[in-house]
């Protein structure tokens, strides 16, 4: 039996806000799928948050449905399990179920570990809520188990498991919740796989490999894997800088080999460690960019080296640092950096309002007020960001859903 792993496509995710980001969701879930007919799989199992939230928008309904009625007409079965954005918080339905009543899905686990038997295949689907149960489980022939939690070996801090925690006996283990690709192994040789998300969703979730699903042949008992890297997935271009025109060069040499090889034009997330008067260079090449339509969207980071200096004069000039003799230092005032103190030690809404009053009725106040903003601007925070994005993104709005609900 051929098998398709897929997960987290979160359907109605718009990652950072982006409508064009909303789109891209979409076509990475459409590709992933295309490629269960294009292989001739048997099944797809998909290891949870095939929505983003348990209340999807309408248009996450009708891209699922269009796809999953192919895979159904294609006598190609489709397991879902629940992650915990498939999960409504109180009462209701997940979507999943919804999807199950509508005869698109046959195979969905939501509330209870499910036990299947497709063929020669016995299947075990864990859903998120019900993930610490899966130590308790057993398999007696060949099979997949099925799960939405994280394991210690991927390294995020709240784990759910261990992967020594994993039931022997099956074939292959396919798991979901960790967006990025990483494939284990058990003691025994049991593969255990993240096949990731299929689109980025967050700055952290880039890799250098992209997004993929995979692959499983399960016609012996070992089972083989091939992964699949998807197209439609937007590239990224990410790094942290020191210097504008390095910056510059990597992201427009960059930009315009994603674009002649095809792809998407990209994202830009960069980090600069500069002053705010070395900048309007590469705001200016950014924007450029946009309007040739090499980059779709660009968030800039300035890591500024001001608060570092700022530290080591408050050290070696004021002596004891306090919060109070921080404050002064800053402010410039003792009566505004006073006031202030109070305010911090006492930040309610009564406080607020008597700082206000004071300072609209007190002529030195609102000076020494102006003066440190004028001071201050284009300083603090020491992290301040940018971020544009491209006017070509809005234009899918009224015609760039039908593709996919036609």
């Excluded at 083989?224 to 439609?232: D, E, P, S």
Aim: charged share 30%.
């Amino acid at each position: 039996m051929m098998v398709l792993h897929v997960s987290d496509t979160h359907l109605g995710a718009a990652p950072y806000g982006l409508t064009l980001r909303y789109r891209d969701v979409y076509e990475a879930f459409v590709e992933a799928m295309e490629i269960a007919l294009r292989e001739h799989v048997d099944l797809v199992v998909h290891t949870g948050d095939f929505f983003n939230s348990p209340n999807p928008p309408p248009d996450a309904y009708m891209v699922a449905a269009k796809v999953l009625r192919k895979l159904r007409d294609r006598d190609v079965k489709v397991i879902a399990i629940a992650g915990q954005h498939d999960m409504p918080k109180r009462r209701g339905l997940s979507p999943l179920q919804v999807l199950e009543s509508l005869g698109l899905l046959k195979y969905v686990a939501v509330d209870e570990i499910a036990h299947w038997r497709i063929e020669d295949l016995e299947i075990v689907a864990v859903p998120y809520k019900l993930r610490d149960e899966i130590s308790k489980l057993k398999s007696h022939g060949k099979g997949i188990l099925a799960a939405h939690l994280i394991l210690r070996e991927t390294g995020v801090p709240q784990y759910d498991a261990r992967l020594a925690d994993l039931p022997e006996g099956f074939s292959y283990i396919a798991l979901g919740d960790y967006h990025k690709h990483l494939e284990l192994r058990l003691s025994n040789g049991t593969p255990v796989v993240y096949t990731g998300s299929t689109e980025v969703l967050r700055r952290d979730e880039v890799t250098e490999n992209g997004r993929i699903v995979t692959i499983v042949d399960l016609s012996k008992r070992e089972a083989h894997i091939q992964k699949v890297t998807l197209r439609t997935p937007r590239p990224w271009i990410a790094g942290r800088f020191t210097d504008v025109k390095t910056a510059i060069k990597t992201v427009t040499e960059r930009a315009k080999q994603f674009v002649s090889n095809g792809l998407k034009t990209p994202i830009v997330y960069v980090e600069l460690e500069c002053k705010n008067s070395d900048l309007t260079e590469f705001y200016h090449v950014m924007d450029n960019l946009l309007k040739k339509n090499l980059i779709a969207y660009y968030k800039v980071e300035i890591l500024e080296s001001w608060s570092r200096d700022f530290e080591k004069v408050v050290l070696e000039e004021v002596g004891e640092v306090t919060l109070r003799s921080v404050v002064r230092e800053v402010v410039g005032n003792d009566i505004l950096a006073s006031r202030i103190l109070e305010l911090l030690n006492d930040p309610s809404r009564e406080s607020a309002r008597k700082f206000v009053d004071e300072i609209a009725s007190n002529k030195e106040l609102k000076e020494a007020l102006f003066k440190l903003l004028v001071k201050t601007k284009g300083r603090l925070p020491t992290r301040k960001t940018r971020a544009v994005e491209s006017r070509n993104s809005h234009s899918f709005k009224k015609t760039g859903l039908a593709k996919f609900i036609r």
